[in-house]
Structures are given as C-alpha cells and as structure tokens.
C-alpha cells in the first residue's frame, strides 16, 4: 500500500482523508486504499476519527496521539 507517512501528512495539510485519496496519492485499489487506513487505525488510534456527514477520516481534534 502506500506510504503510511505521505497518508499521514495529507491527513494534516487538508485535516480530512478519504479512500479516494490514497487511491489518487498511492494509485491503489479500493481494497488497498481501505487496508491502508486500517493500518493507520492500527498504529496511530488516535489520529483520526471517521466523519459520517462527510464520509472521510477527520483529523482528531485536542491532544495530539
């Protein structure tokens, strides 16, 4: 999959990221693009939090992980 790292700073630099995104950034499948979020999930728990209304991983507001 892509790089966890450049998922991870488009997180930061648009504080949304969709599966759309890695598919653009990484040029991944659809199942990739999600394995890829589920391994961000994994190492960083904390990041991130899924926004239903706007169907994307939003930057998770307060401390950071």
């Known amino acids: 999959g892509v790089i966890p790292a450049l998922l991870v700073d488009h997180l930061h630099d648009t504080g949304r990221l969709r599966r759309a995104d890695i598919m653009r950034i990484g040029e991944v499948s659809v199942p990739q693009a999600s394995a890829d979020i589920g391994e961000i999930k994994k190492r960083m ?15 998770r507001k307060g401390k950071p992980p």
């Open 45 to 59: 728990p904390r990041l991130m939090e899924y926004d239903p209304s706007q169907k994307c991983y939003r930057l």
